[in-house]
């Protein structure tokens, strides 16, 4: 399966310079926040993928809407074909503002979502918009990842986690891919494409 991943700012490669026969060989769409609402509806209009979200930190600060004809996996598990994603969107809270939290605010939202993860046998992809602490995230207060993600792997094991929020052109060497014990990492700057 080809999966799309997209974040924090819209590709110019797919925004202006359409290639609908790339978009329909794309089997999946994930998109880890901070993307326009119409951006997302026009990669929907052309592709045949579902698009599946997470909101970021500034998607609703400005009173944002959501995308139409998207789903938004927020705080669940969405299965996709038999490909489990777990949805946690927002960043570690830096300032006042809707989608931001606090270390503990994110382990109670991961604790609520046990009777789902039992249910489900766990979960394939982690879709997140921040990172895991210490897994190309940042030192800076605003872009610090959670170190409950970081558990929530530990414990599942999931095949890959993706996440936003860390620009790639924050830093000379920012690493795209990372990996966490048996856990691929991606990060979805712009976008990134890779087969499941």
């Keep these: 399966m080809k999966i799309l991943t997209l974040a924090d700012v819209e590709s110019k490669g797919l925004w202006e310079h359409l290639d609908r026969e790339y978009l329909r060989s794309i089997d999946l769409i994930l998109a880890a ?3 326009k609402p119409d ?3 026009y990669l929907g209009l052309y592709s045949r993928a579902d698009i599946l979200h997470v909101y970021g930190n500034h998607d609703r600060t400005h009173g944002k809407r959501s995308p139409g004809g998207c789903i938004c996996v927020e705080d669940m598990i969405y ?3 038999g490909i489990r994603v777990l949805g ?3 960043s570690i809270r830096y300032k006042p503002g809707p989608d931001q939290y606090t270390e503990a605010e994110m382990e109670r939202r991961i604790r609520k979502l046990r009777r789902q993860l039992k249910k489900n046998g766990g979960f394939d992809i982690l879709l997140t918009h921040s990172p ?4 190309g995230d940042a030192e800076d207060p605003t872009h ?10 530990d414990d599942y094991q999931p095949k890959y986690m993706v ?3 860390v620009h790639m052109n924050y830093g000379v060497n920012r690493e795209r891919i990372n990996t966490y014990g048996s856990t691929t ?3 979805a700057y712009e976008k990134y494409e890779f087969d499941f």
């Design 33 to 35: 926040g901070d993307l």
């Design 39 to 41: 951006y997302l509806e």
């Design 79 to 81: 299965n996709y074909k």
């Design 88 to 90: 946690l969107g927002g």
């Design 132 to 135: 895991a602490r210490g897994l």
């Design 144 to 153: 610090m990842g959670f170190e409950c993600l970081k558990k929530l792997m």
């Design 163 to 165: 996440h936003g929020h």
């Design 185 to 187: 990492i991606i990060n």
